[in-house]
């Protein structure tokens, strides 16, 4: 399968502080790609860097099977940046089509694609009003409907969910894999994890400007390793506690008071567990044998490694 971006040996720095640091990675034409990590870890960065907004330091970036960075290749892109940005004294319709336009849309084809995508997104009512009267939640879904309006083949979304309700983001999430279905390339960056599990094929997880984790979703689960287990009590506190934190028994645990991600220690019999889970008093309401969430492999690989006083207040979220 051909690739849509290739990234080899790219690096960025700030000063002192690098942000992207001999960063390699290959996105396959048609996939849904999880560019993951915590806050300052790179990701903006990198989607900069293959916007051609900013040059990297050292290395390669080819869009499209060799094609450098360019403004040639903004109609083939659509871009929805972390920062949103829309003219609030504008209608909403007029303002789609303006954005259209530049990306090479005539007007009348992209006054008919915006109204279809006002009325999927239920805005048709709002065509007419100017983006200042709408609620954020409103604004974010005209911004995503103007990153998609002139059809790119290429797809960049950065926390693209960010401050919807549960409705409409399950509405955007749908769309999403409607459009990886008509093999639109999507890079979809999050520091969400139960996001990208449900919507990603393949995942890069990077942490202070280096890659952690890499690959198919399902052999990065399969790599990961470890036996797991997910529980849920209704009643336990203290003693769940005490079971869990049992090293015989447990190796690491993401535990959330009623409800426990596990992996078992080495030897550990999951019969064992949940015989220590009852006798402690616990009242356990469900108790499954599972690979590793993308959540828990997050936590493992990355731990503590969020960059503590990144200058990413300067530069806009490195």
């Not at 690098?18 to 300052?40: F, K």
């Not at 892109?77 to 209608?91: A, F, N, S, T, V």
């Amino acid at each position: 399968m051909d690739s849509v971006v290739d990234i080899q040996h790219v690096s960025k720095r700030y000063g002192s502080f690098t942000a992207v640091d001999d960063l390699s990675l290959t996105i396959p034409r048609g996939a849904i790609y999880g560019l993951l990590g915590p806050n300052g870890a790179g990701k903006t960065t990198t989607i900069r860097m293959i916007m051609n907004i900013i040059l990297p330091d050292d290395g390669k970036i080819a869009l499209f099977g060799g094609e450098a960075p360019g403004q040639h290749l903004t109609p083939r892109i659509g871009y929805l940046p972390e920062e949103r940005g829309l003219y609030k004294k504008m209608h909403v319709d007029d303002l789609l089509v303006f954005l259209a336009q530049i990306k090479g849309l005539d007007r009348t084809t992209a006054r008919r694609r915006a109204g279809e995508w006002l009325d999927r997104l239920e805005l048709a009512g709002w065509a007419r009003k100017k983006v200042d009267d709408l609620s954020k939640g409103m604004q974010q879904k005209v911004q995503f409907i103007a990153t998609m309006l002139h059809e790119p083949e290429f797809l960049i979304l950065d926390e693209p969910f960010s401050g919807l309700d549960p409705v409409n983001s399950q509405i955007m999430k749908d769309i999403v894999v409607d459009l990886a279905r008509g093999e639109t390339t999507i890079l979809f960056s999050t520091h969400i994890m139960e996001q990208a599990e449900r919507l990603c094929d393949s995942v890069c997880i990077i942490a202070r400007g280096r890659i952690v984790v890499n690959g198919r979703l399902a052999d990065v689960k399969r790599e990961h390793g470890g036996r797991n287990v997910i529980v849920a009590v209704e009643q336990g506190g203290s003693v769940v506690d005490r079971v869990l934190n049992d090293r015989a028994l447990v190796a690491n645990t993401n535990n959330s008071g009623n409800y426990a991600e596990i992996e078992l220690a080495d030897g550990a019999d999951p019969q064992d567990l949940l015989k220590g889970l009852i006798q402690a008093g616990a009242r356990v309401t469900k108790f499954e044998l599972a690979e590793p969430t993308l959540n828990q492999i997050f936590i493992d690989k990355v731990g503590g490694q969020a960059a503590p006083g990144r200058p990413e207040e300067v530069h806009a979220h490195a």
